[in-house]
């Protein structure tokens, strides 16, 4: 018989273990103990979480049964034993869930009539019935499904990453996944950034100016709120609007820009900049826009041309941007139709979305546009406790859940004056322009 004290205390000291490693070093106590326990209780509990979840099919099966027949004279009951068709909930096939760096995941193959949005829409549930934090879901290939679950938010807190060494490529934070958050102008030219105040809108920009003032680009900036947010960062700018008087000029510089790369590639018969030799290609413009619907607004009628202005060379630049190197990243408090037809197209034109915490339904309607509805339920719950945190949907069509990383005004300044000297000068840019729109 063993001495209950000792057990005790070596139950005890066990215990303790388990607590220190678990906090002092998650990843391995997760991968040799917290992982194998949960994927045994995720397995074994797959049935009952189907069923309660609405995945399950009732299928004809042939069964064996016993049903008790007549009283024979004997007094026993007679069992009667006989094949029978009847009804069975199956289960859709679950493979062996695999540990992730915040979670696990799990494949499953789909029972016939299903689509991946069946298992979107029991997500919360899923979620729910195995106490993790969030499960995703997303489809490799038809007939299969993955679940992708999370134990608690990883966007709590982000962990910094080195910036990316490509062109026009930024990592501006991390995406629910754990994987980098990248913004890359050549493979989604232009951005809508949305959200409410105090959302996290400009500390993105401020990462945008960190990771691009190194590289060989111009930056433009479009500030409608009278310059307050980007005149500190004046010396990476090569040009910045402050008023809207100001902004039509420098959008027409844009469009006339535009033009003029255009007779260049046609000379050259390249079919954008990038096919043109490196010492004719001219540098790539990134335009950052703040309150964009400061550009929209009308207070009166007499400012109805300006606005018209404004609304056309900027939905120009757009369209056609792309292939001439002029890149947009457009950020407001609300992007919607009620702005004016001009917002609606040039927010067509805009391929890279992204919604941070929004006051109303609508903007993040409007902003994700016609993504899956769990992307706008996902927005929709953004905590503002937590800045920075946005639902991003960009080139592969699907949508992710992400945190910029914290760039502080002073960070983004300090990287602006350190690259002052790579500003290209606006007068030489637009130096070739014909004198008309140059004016
Ligand atoms: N990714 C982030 N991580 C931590 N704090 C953030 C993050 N993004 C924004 N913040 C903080 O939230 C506040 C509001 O951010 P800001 O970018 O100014 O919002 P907006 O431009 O949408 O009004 C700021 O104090 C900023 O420091
Ligand atoms: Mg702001």
């Known amino acids: 018989m063993p001495d209950p004290l000792l057990l005790l205390t070596v139950l005890a000291a066990v215990a303790a273990g388990l607590w220190a490693w678990r906090r002092y070093h998650y990843p391995s106590f997760w991968l040799a103990v917290g992982f194998p326990l949960m994927a045994l209780s995720v397995r074994a509990s797959w049935r009952r979480v189907a069923l309660g979840c609405g995945l399950t099919k009732k299928r004809q099966r042939w069964w064996f049964t016993l049903t008790p027949g007549a009283v024979a004279s004997t007094g026993l009951v007679k069992v009667r034993r006989r094949f029978q068709r009847v009804a069975v909930d199956t289960k859709p096939f679950m493979w062996l869930p695999l540990p992730t760096r915040y979670g696990w995941r799990v494949t499953l193959w789909t029972l016939e ?50 910036p990316s060494p490509d062109l026009l490529k930024v990592t501006v934070g991390r995406l629910e996944t754990g994987k980098p958050w990248v913004v890359d102008f050549r493979i989604v030219p232009h951005w809508v950034n949305a ?29 409608l709120k009278g310059g307050v947010e980007f005149t500190p960062y004046a010396p990476r700018l090569s040009a910045l609007a402050t008023s809207r008087a100001e902004s039509v000029t420098l959008l027409d510089d844009l469009v006339g820009l535009m033009v003029d790369r255009m007779g260049l590639c046609r000379q050259a018969q390249a079919r954008n900049i990038w096919q043109l030799p490196p010492a004719l290609r001219p540098v790539p413009i990134v335009v950052l826009v703040d309150e964009l619907a400061e550009l929209y607004l009308m207070a009166d009628k007499s400012e109805k041309d300006e606005i018209a202005r404004a609304s056309t060379a900027l939905l120009r630049v757009a369209q056609l941007g792309r292939a001439f190197g002029i890149y947009l990243f457009c950020c407001g408090q609300r992007i919607g139709s009620d702005l004016g037809p001009g917002v609606t197209a040039l927010r067509a ?9 929004v006051n109303d339904p609508e903007t993040a309607n409007m902003t994700l546009g016609d993504l899956d509805p769990a992307a706008l339920v996902s927005a929709r719950a953004i905590a503002a406790e937590t800045p ?12 992710y859940r992400a945190r910029s990383f914290h760039v502080s005004e002073q960070t983004a300044e300090h990287a602006a004056r350190t690259h002052a000297h790579l500003a290209p000068r606006w007068d030489e840019i637009t130096a070739h322009l014909p004198q008309a729109v140059n004016a």
């Open 113 to 162: 009539g299903q689509i991946p949005g069946d298992y979107a829409d029991a997500a919360e549930r899923l979620a729910h019935s195995w106490g993790v934090h969030a499960v995703r879901v997303s489809s490799p290939r038809p007939g299969r499904v993955v679940l992708m679950a999370t134990m608690r938010d990883p966007l709590v807190k982000v962990d910094y990453l080195p």
């Open 195 to 223: 959200g409410a105040t105090q959302s996290g809108k400009s500390n993105l920009a401020n990462a945008l100016i960190v990771g691009l003032s190194p590289q060989p680009v111009a930056l433009v900036g479009f500030d």
């Open 349 to 357: 034109q805009c391929s890279g979305r992204i919604c941070h915490r």
């Open 388 to 399: 920075g945190v946005a639902i991003v949907a960009s080139q592969d069509g699907q949508w």
